[in-house]
């Protein structure tokens, strides 16, 4: 198992334009959630699902941000109508649901520039 | 409301000098407690965690944490760092219902 993977690392979009990112969770990590973070802050908490169910929606998720996980392993967070104030690191994370406290395991995130 | 401080948002040190990082959470009944790490251009990786009993945590690098719970605070400390401990430190707080971090502080060891 290699970990949190996401795609793409990097993208560049024009204003207006739709973009979609992937996330594949550690394979037996039945949680994935989503985060923003921009530049001097912490990750934001966006979404999170449990299984393929999305349980939970940050009220930053505005309507033009959608996510799923159809087969409740990878997931995508889909962006449309992009804009400037849409840039930033959207990280992607992962955990069992046995309890609380184990933490997540982090993606490297996809960084978005919105031009 | 469930909040997580971090009070310096840099810090700056000479290397093999210690440092603190510090942060305080606002109160729970019961929360777990995390320290993340992010190098350049990377995703965060968990540094340590508290979730009970001895009140102080070590990471395999040398850095530790202690939980206060009548000061609300989880501080991270490292006696001596190097050049490699360069980076942005969250403190993250699980607060059951929601996994809050704080705004993060950069560490910058100078040579």
Same mark, same amino acid.
């Given at each position: 198992?290699?970990?949190?993977?996401?795609?793409?690392?990097?993208?560049?979009?024009?204003?207006?334009?739709?973009?979609?990112?992937?996330?594949?969770?550690?394979?037996?990590?039945?949680?994935?959630?989503?985060?923003?973070?921009?530049?001097?802050?912490?990750?934001?908490?966006?979404?999170?699902?449990?299984?393929?169910?999305?349980?939970?929606?940050?009220?930053?998720? &505005?309507?033009?941000?959608?996510?799923?996980?159809?087969?409740?392993?990878? &997931?995508?967070?889909?962006?449309?109508?992009?804009?400037?104030?849409?840039?930033?690191? /959207?990280?992607?994370? &992962?955990?069992?649901?046995?309890?609380?406290? /184990?933490?997540?395991?982090?993606? &490297?995130?996809?960084?978005?520039?919105?031009? | 409301?469930?909040?997580?401080?971090?009070?310096?948002?840099?810090? *700056?040190?000479?290397?093999?000098? *210690?440092?603190?990082?510090?942060?305080?959470?606002?109160?729970?009944?019961?929360?777990?407690?995390?320290?993340?790490?992010?190098? *350049?251009?990377?995703?965060?990786?968990?540094?340590? !965690?508290?979730?009970?009993?001895?009140?102080?945590?070590?990471?395999?690098?040398?850095?530790?944490?202690?939980?206060? !719970?009548?000061?609300?605070?989880?501080?991270?400390? !490292?006696?001596?760092?190097?050049?490699?401990?360069?980076?942005?430190?969250?403190?993250?707080?699980?607060?059951?219902?929601?996994?809050?971090?704080?705004?993060?502080?950069?560490?910058?060891?100078? *040579?």
């Amino acid at each position: 198992d290699t970990g949190v993977s996401q795609n793409p690392r990097h993208k560049i979009t024009k204003r207006g334009q739709n973009v979609t990112f992937r996330c594949d969770p550690i394979s037996e990590h039945n949680r994935l959630y989503w985060y923003r973070q921009t530049l001097g802050q912490g990750p934001e908490f966006l979404t999170y699902f449990q299984n393929e169910a999305q349980l939970e929606k940050s009220r930053l998720l &505005s309507d033009r941000f959608s996510a799923e996980r159809p087969k409740g392993s990878f &997931s995508t967070l889909e962006i449309q109508r992009t804009e400037q104030g849409d840039s930033a690191m /959207y990280l992607c994370a &992962s955990s069992l649901v046995l309890g609380r406290g /184990y933490g997540y395991t982090f993606g &490297s995130g996809t960084r978005l520039t919105v031009v | 409301a469930q909040s997580v401080t971090q009070l310096d948002s840099q810090v *700056p040190v000479f290397e093999e000098a *210690p440092v603190e990082l510090r942060c305080n959470y606002s109160s729970s009944v019961s929360v777990y407690l995390f320290w993340y790490v992010q190098y *350049p251009n990377q995703g965060l990786q968990l540094l340590l !965690k508290y979730l009970s009993g001895s009140t102080l945590v070590e990471s395999i690098n040398g850095f530790e944490a202690e939980f206060n !719970k009548s000061q609300t605070s989880f501080h991270l400390r !490292k006696p001596s760092v190097h050049i490699s401990d360069t980076a942005e430190y969250f403190c993250a707080v699980d607060y059951g219902q929601n996994f809050v971090f704080g705004p993060g502080t950069r560490l910058s060891v100078l *040579p």
